[in-house]
T-cell receptor, first 117, second 114 residues
Framework: AQKITQTQPGMFVQEKEAVTLDCTYD???????LFWYKQPSSGEMIFLIY??????QNATEGRYSLNFQKARKSANLVISASQLGDSAMYFC??????????????FGAGTRLAVHP | DTAVSQTPKYLVTQMGNDKSIKCEQN?????MYWYKQDSKKFLKIMFS???????INETVPNRFSPKSPDKAHLNLHINSLELGDSAVYFC?????????????FGPGTRLTVL
C-alpha cells in the first residue's frame, strides 16, 4: 500500500541552525514523485521541493534540500540557516503510479516546526 | 495574479443545508483536485478531474458532488451538510497526471457546520 510516514509531530530549532524533517514512504511502483509542502499558520499550502524516483541527485531549492535515500525509502527535508518565518507545518507527500495513484498526492501527518530566536 | 482561487474563504452554515465551494485556476492545467484537511491537519484526496472528466472518487459520500464545467473550474457542492463535514477544503491543479507534476493549491475554504 502507498503510505507516507512522518514520525516527528513537532520539532524546534534555533534560528540560523539547520534542521532535518523526516519522511519515509512506501510504494511498489518504480516511478514516483516526492514533494514537500509548507503550511504556515495562515493556512495556504506552499510547494517547497520535488524529488523524482529516477533522479540521480538530491533536489535543492535555495535553503531547502531533500536527502533522498532510495534504498531506505526516505526523503528527508533539510532546511539550512533556519529563519523565524520557517515556523510552520511541513508535509511530505508522494505521487506514484500504483493503482492509478498518479492522480493524487498522498500526504504524511505533518511535522510542526518552531524556530526559536 | 492568483493561480488557484477558491470562494468563499470561510463558510459557516447549519447542519442539513446545501452549500457550494468554487475553484478556478488560471494556469492552463489539465488536472484539478479537491482535498479535505481535517481538524488534525490530515490531508486526504477527495476527487480528481482530468480535462473535465472524473478520474478519482476516493470513497467520498455521494452528498459531495464535484462539477467541472470546463478545464479551469472545479466546483464542489455538498448536500445535507453534517457536523463531520467541518474541515478545510483545498482545491489544487497540476499540468498533468504524471508522477513529477507538482500540484498547486488554492488558499483553502474553511467550512464550519453548526
Amino acid at each position: 500500500a502507498q503510505k507516507i510516514t512522518q514520525t516527528q509531530p513537532g520539532m524546534f530549532v534555533q534560528e540560523k541552525e539547520a534542521v532535518t524533517l523526516d519522511c519515509t514512504y512506501d510504494t511498489s511502483d518504480p516511478s514516483y514523485g516526492l514533494f514537500w509542502y509548507k503550511q504556515p499558520s495562515s493556512g495556504e499550502m506552499i510547494f517547497l521541493i520535488y524529488q523524482g524516483s529516477y533522479d540521480q541527485q538530491n533536489a535543492t531549492e535555495g535553503r531547502y534540500s531533500l536527502n533522498f535515500q532510495k534504498a531506505r525509502k526516505s526523503a528527508n527535508l533539510v532546511i539550512s540557516a533556519s529563519q523565524l518565518g520557517d515556523s510552520a507545518m511541513y508535509f511530505c507527500a508522494m505521487r506514484s503510479g500504483h493503482l492509478g495513484g498518479y492522480n493524487k498526492l498522498i500526504f504524511g501527518a505533518g511535522t510542526r516546526l518552531a524556530v526559536h530566536p | 495574479d492568483t493561480a488557484v482561487s477558491q470562494t468563499p474563504k470561510y463558510l459557516v452554515t447549519q447542519m442539513g443545508n446545501d452549500k457550494s465551494i468554487k475553484c478556478e485556476q488560471n494556469l492552463g492545467h489539465d488536472t484539478m483536485y479537491w482535498y479535505k484537511q481535517d481538524s488534525k491537519k490530515f490531508l486526504k484526496i477527495m476527487f480528481s478531474y482530468n480535462n473535465k472528466e472524473l478520474i478519482i472518487n476516493e470513497t467520498v459520500p455521494n452528498r459531495f458532488s464535484p462539477k467541472s464545467p470546463d478545464k479551469a473550474h472545479l466546483n464542489l457542492h455538498i448536500n445535507s451538510l453534517e457536523l463531520g463535514d467541518s474541515a478545510v477544503y483545498f482545491c489544487a491543479s497540476s499540468p498533468g497526471q504524471g508522477a513529477h507534476n507538482e500540484q498547486f493549491f488554492g488558499p483553502g475554504t474553511r467550512l464550519t457546520v453548526l
